[in-house]
């Protein structure tokens, strides 16, 4: 079933996967080490947290499962960090946690560990604002934190790093979605004061550094906006899915947006449904990525 009316060739067919965080694994070194359970041969891996608000025991509970091709699993029972991100990097299998991050080998029990410094921690990782730039060399996540103690503006934080090192740097913008080209990270922010006012950006990691241009995107006239995936790329585009709280009804629409921000954005009318209906609601963690199918 096409998604799109037929009188808009650019994309054939937009599906939400409904997937958990599958990811193929291969190995590293490792320093630092925690034991696990078992030795296997992973090719998949499935994580488990306790949400922010259930925090109970300490700073919660995470559970990691790495499974292999004949459905064996290994178990790393770590702290929790809510949406986690699970990021594949040169052969090794990185794990977020609030304090640190976690490098998982194959075929083995050991982990490596790198810590943070203080001001480096998060508190609730989203699992779609994750990934790998600069032809797979770095890797990234972003975690929206807190309001800044004025109130004046929103705190996000970045971390990212490679093989050797490993940074973090505040970003004072409210991120609603995020995404990736290989090259560049984008995101779409709103405003402290004017939440309907929406701003994107593009992001460039050079070492050390974090480049960032920021253009005004759009007002927003409708009662409230979600974003319901990811952004992916779509030739010199970013694409992603969101809907629309018009009145009673939602609207769910693709939008395509020049990654350079030079033209004006599109929007894609994919379904408009009842408010009550909960099937597509925003928060349904099975509906968290869009693929596009050529």
Known sequence: MNLLNDNKPLISRACLLFVTLVLII???SSSKTDETNSKIEPVAAIYYSTDLPNEK?????S??????????????????LELNSIIPYKGALLLNQKNELLSIKQDSDLIKSTSFEED???????????????????????????FSSDRKHYISKIRWGDQTNNYCKDINEYIEVSGDDGSSIYFISSETEDGNKKSFHKLSLENDKLIMTKTFLEQVKTDGRFMFTKLIP????????????????????LIQIDKDNKTPLKKHPLVQYDRSNSHYYFFN?????????Q
Do not use: W
Not at 63 to 80: A, N, P, S, V
Not at 234 to 253: R, T
């Open 26 to 28: 291969a190995g590293c």
């Open 57 to 61: 025991i300490g700073d919660g509970l």
């Open 63 to 80: 559970y990691l499962f790495l499974i292999d091709q004949q459905g064996k699993h290994m178990t790393i029972k770590k702290r929790g």
């Open 120 to 146: 480096c921690k998060v508190y609730a990782g989203y699992g779609q604002s994750s990934g790998q730039v600069n032809d797979q060399n770095t890797f990234y996540s972003i975690y929206n934190q807190s």
């Open 234 to 253: 779509y030739s010199n585009d970013m694409v992603g899915i969101y809907a629309d709280l018009v009145g009673a009804k939602v609207e769910l629409n």
């Open 285 to 293: 963690k099975e509906s968290i990525y869009v693929s596009i199918l």
